[in-house]
């Protein structure tokens, strides 16, 4: 029972994962079609940029030292790194978009 409500949890947390990365993209996708980033305010992917460098530092960190010392239990899993890695990047992105265009 244990093993099916890990595997639940693994595959939903994967899906939440999946589904918040492909919510970033379309921003992406369409100031680079347009060529503006009329409307998008450069704070908000500062501080975006800001709050998931931070999660992905913890997070990662977190993981990291979990497989260090496997003694200490942590709640991170795989897909809570990989989703603060690529909110980060993707924030960046998109406040190199703000700065360029």
Known sequence: MVDALSLVAAVCGWIYT???AVSGYPQVIL?????SVEGVSFDWAALNLTGFAA???YTCGSLLLSFKHPD???HVEWN???FAVHGAALC???AAQCLYY
């Open 31 to 35: 100031v680079f079609r347009t060529g």
């Open 80 to 82: 809570d790194c990989v």
């Open 92 to 94: 960046a992105l998109v």
């Open 18 to 20: 999946g589904a918040w």
């Open 72 to 74: 200490i239990p942590s």
């Open 55 to 57: 999660y992905a530092f």
